[in-house]
């Protein structure tokens, strides 16, 4: 599986970003799907996630209530819907293919990142 994020850009706090995260390989669609995030000088950390059918989410809990994961198994593509930006989101963001979990060790599958600045 190759993992390609887009998106990523520069925003005034407040505003509202839509990362996109495209793959390609067969069985994607029973992939469950991370994002995470790296800022500088800071371990990468959980975000959220999706499961293969787009029912199962999850998020941290820095981000609830303001992100939103989804996917389109059609189009192998999972997104991260990003409102109410704040300038502590500012980071490299990664998406991911691995288990169901918020650890990076459990995802074995990784794209390049998608910088994300948040401007205050």
């Known amino acids: 599986v190759q993992l390609q994020a887009s998106g990523g850009g520069l925003v005034q706090a407040g505003g509202s970003l839509r990362l996109s995260c495209a793959a390609s390989?067969?069985?994607?669609?029973?992939?469950?799907v991370g994002w995470f995030r790296q800022a500088p000088g800071k371990e990468r950390e959980f975000v959220a996630r999706?499961?293969?059918?787009?029912?199962?989410?999850d998020y941290a809990d820095s981000v609830k209530g303001r992100f939103a994961v989804s996917r389109d198994n059609a189009k192998n593509t999972v997104y991260l819907q990003m409102n109410s930006l704040k300038p502590e989101d500012t980071a490299v963001y990664y998406c991911?293919?691995?288990?169901?979990?918020?650890?990076?060790?459990?995802?074995?599958?990784w794209g390049r990142g998608t910088q994300v600045t948040v401007s205050s």
């Open positions: 999706v499961g293969w059918g787009g029912s199962s989410t």
């Open positions: 991911a293919v691995g288990q169901a979990a918020r650890d990076t060790g459990r995802y074995n599958f």
């Open positions: 390989g067969r069985a994607f669609s029973t992939y469950n």
